[in-house]
């Protein structure tokens, strides 16, 4: 089992409101990604990082940001929740650079309704 | 540009039965090409991998996957199906040239039936 944490579990917040979703991992991973999935459709990469100070974009546009202080931490900040916002959002680490070895552990996920 | 095709929306098969689920890639150099499970309101869940050597590969809860450079698949199997196998699977391709990114398919629903 991956030792890999997402809170809150689940969010319910009105339009207007900022929030962050937190992610940790206590595996000591560098890479650690944000995943935003409709519910049972595909996953779409929207934040990635290498390590500590390191951020970028992935394949979906976001009006989310994140950070990287710390190695184990990588939480996810919108500054103003709409509707469209409403989706789950998965949060994932992996160990290395090299992919014979790099598998990617998934936390539980955070589903977000904004009203 | 790296993609998956996953052509099921669902896939049924009854218990004991064996099981396919089905994954296409599409990637600019050699694929590393992965299985992933998610469970109702569980994150997704490894199953297993390829990046290199036997085009045959073992997983975990008994589950196998063949890599097929020709036909450009990945297709999960497993040779007994069981109820607890229902779930929703995952296909996701990355390749050595830009490994930090990896592509999901859409999903395949399985239902395995008593």
């Known amino acids: 089992e991956a030792d890999i944490y997402q809170t809150p579990r689940y969010l319910v917040i009105g339009t207007g409101k900022k929030i962050t979703l937190e992610c940790s991992q206590t595996m000591g991973h560098d890479k650690m990604y944000w995943y935003q999935q409709d519910p049972g459709m595909e996953l779409h990469l929207i934040h990635y990082?290498?390590?500590?100070?390191?951020?970028e974009k992935g394949d979906l546009s976001s009006e989310s940001t994140v950070s990287r202080i710390r190695t184990e931490h990588f939480p996810l900040t919108l500054e103003s929740a709409r509707p469209s916002h409403t989706s789950q959002y998965l949060c994932?680490?992996?160990?290395?650079?090299?992919?014979?070895?790099?598998?990617?552990?998934f936390g539980p996920g955070t589903r977000l309704t904004v009203l | 540009a790296q993609s998956v095709a996953q052509p099921e929306d669902q896939v049924n098969v009854a218990e004991g039965n064996p099981l396919t689920v089905k994954c296409t890639y599409s990637?600019?150099?050699?694929?590393?090409l992965f299985w992933y499970v998610q469970y109702p309101n569980r994150g997704l869940q490894f199953l297993l991998k390829?990046?290199?050597?036997?085009?045959l590969v073992k997983g975990s809860y008994g589950f196998e996957a063949e890599f097929n450079k020709s036909q450009t698949s990945f297709h999960l199997k497993k040779p007994s199906a069981l109820v607890s196998d229902s779930a929703l699977y995952f296909c996701?391709?990355?390749?050595?040239?830009?490994?930090?990114?990896?592509?999901f398919g859409s999903g395949t629903k399985l239902n395995v039936k008593p």
């Open positions: 390829y990046i290199t050597g036997d085009n």
């Open positions: 990637v600019s150099g050699n694929p590393y």
């Open positions: 990082s290498y390590g500590v100070n390191s951020t």
């Open positions: 996701a391709v990355t390749d050595r040239y830009n490994f930090n990114k990896f592509y």
């Open positions: 994932a680490s992996s160990e290395s650079l090299n992919p014979s070895t790099d598998t990617q552990y």
